[in-house]
């Protein structure tokens, strides 16, 4: 009869454990969640305790569990390696687990036997980055495939248009295109050629020999019906650059010897890619940045040389009123390499691929589309500082003329003074690296408030003596105290007139 007893007492024991399950009566646990502010209290039939462990840490949770079925289905989860829960059935019992002693409950693989993961989880994680990856390049691909065949489609259209163009210019043997092409431009334009004749001129062009290349892009020396053309092609990541130029050439009066002269802007396919470019008239001296690295000058051709760089900035800075005006142009990027130099030694300013419009009829100030700044080695102290008024067109003149004074600086190192000429050198050279940072230049310039080093020769000649004077009163600290580029275009007047009368006593 013992045994009966004994089996009819586990029994009971087992109906009253059911029974207090599904019935009313409510344990009090500790309630805390990564979500809650502070720890409180809640009410359920078992308290838990619990941690689980993924790649962006580990979460612990104290709560109460309702009803048998949930109670079965957590408590009774075997631990894995990555989540574990703890149940109790007294009040508040889950107050008592710490944190190690959950981390505890975490199963730990046999020494030296690896985890041992799904083949669907590893397979998910080894081809679902490819995937990703290959459909992300297929989208790549296809979006510069409808880029191209836009830009193309673009192209053809105007294509199609070009039989309305007449043979663009009939010349008599002899006599120069360009000039005749230069006569030909319409008053108001800066380029003064309508659209479709610039690109009948682009599709003329045979490109001979590249003469430069940089950040930007390239410079080809081409041919048009027998005639040397500068061809500008602009790298994708300056399209900007290329569009504001265009647009500033197509809108603008810009026709000036000491502005290079425009010709045409396209966009263009070869080798099945786009390229932009811009054609200019050119010149076999190149930049005043290289042709001062070969060559020096005589006093009176490095004078007439800043002259003309201050005659054609005088042009950009001016406002010109009437039906054949333009805007007033502030350069922003002005440097040696910017500047090409003519077959008669003189200058013109080229590169108006930041350049900034200012019209006093709408006061509109245009400053492009473009989030390029200029050359760090050639910023004045209010862009290094960013204290420049940035609303303000002035301002953006007085940055140019900051740069001028360097340039002026460069040409006369490269003038002789009673036979005796320095070597070429940028700006800057002895006190920054040669490829110097933004932080570099804003601590020469603005801490230190350091200028271009001044040799002892210049000063005992009168010339560059008052070329010192000059670059000087275009180097204040102060923006409003810098001269004007027609305030400097008459001082090199001056001194020009003084050179000459010197030479005929």
Known sequence: MGPCVLVLLLL???GLQTSAEGSDGKLECLCETPQSLRATKCQGTRCFSSVKVSSSGVVFEHGCLEGLDKIRLHCSTAPSFHQAIFCCSQEMCNGNTTRSSLMSLLPTAPEGEPVRYRVETVA?????????????????????????????????EFDTEQGAVDGLITSNVGDSTLALLDQSCTSGSGSGLPFLVQRTVARQISLMELVGKGRYGEVWRGQWQGENVAVKIFSSRDEKSW?????????????HENILGFMASDM??????TQLWLITHYHENGSLYDYLQRVAVETSEGLAM???????????HTEIF????????????????????????????????LAVTHSQADNLLDVG?????????YMAPEVLDESIQTDCFDAYKRVDIWAFGLVLWEIARRTYSNGIVEEYRPPFYDQVPNDPSFEDMRKVVCVEQQRPFIPNRWFSDPTLSALVKLMKECWYQNPSARLTALRIKKTLDKIHSSLEKGKES
Request: proline share 3%; net charge positive.
């Open 12 to 14: 009971s024991l087992q």
């Open 124 to 156: 998910l994680f080894v081809l679902g980055p490819v995937v990703v990856l290959a459909l992300l390049s297929a989208v790549s691909v296809l979006a510069c495939r409808r880029l191209h065949r836009g830009r193309l489609q673009r192209l053809q």
């Open 243 to 255: 569009f504001r130029e265009t647009e500033i050439y197509n809108t603008v009066l810009l026709r």
């Open 268 to 273: 263009t396919s070869r080798n099945s890619s």
């Open 306 to 316: 800043a002259a003309s760089i201050a005659c054609g900035l005088v042009h950009l």
């Open 322 to 353: 009437g039906t054949e005006g333009k805007p007033a142009i502030a350069h922003r990027d002005l440097k040696s390499k910017n500047i090409l130099v003519t077959k008669e030694l003189r200058c013109c300013i080229a590169d108006l691929g």
């Open 369 to 377: 589309n473009n989030p390029k700044v200029g050359t760090k080695r």
